[in-house]
Nanobody, 115 residues
Framework: QVQLVESGGGLVQSGGSRILSCVAS????????MGWYRQAPGKQRELVAV???????NYEESVKGRFTISRDNAKNTVYLRMNSLKPEDTAVYYC?????????WGQGTQVTVSS
């Protein structure tokens, strides 16, 4: 099993930036995907960005060019750098780890973008 803890959420003005961090409780090895999802009030949870064990990344269309997912294997940490934030980015952001049958979620961190 692996536990994930997110941090970095908060209130930010439109056009601002924020960096979210997701720390895993153990070293992440093998074939896996780690991603950031978000869920706004009244909406379904959606994939924002994902990074694979091979280093490939993929982004939801509305965040391309604004958000960047990265990882630091030495720190067991995945980051989401969010630039040019918009009010519609307001949501609870969740970290996810997926490897085979294992699917772990963090508790979520709230990001609120004021207009």
């Amino acid at each position: 099993q692996v536990q994930l803890v997110e941090s970095g959420g908060g209130l930010v003005q439109s056009g601002g930036s924020r960096i979210l961090s997701c720390v895993a409780s153990r070293r992440i090895v093998g074939i896996y995907e780690m991603g950031w999802y978000r869920q706004a009030p009244g909406k379904q949870r959606e994939l924002v960005a994902v990074i694979t064990s091979g280093g490939s990344t993929n982004y939801e269309e509305s965040v391309k060019g604004r958000f960047t997912i990265s990882r630091d294997n030495a720190k067991n940490t995945v980051y989401l750098r969010m630039n040019s934030l918009k009010p519609e980015d307001t949501a609870v952001y969740y970290c996810n780890f997926h490897a085979g049958q294992l699917d772990a979620w963090g508790q979520g961190t709230q990001v609120t973008v004021s207009s």
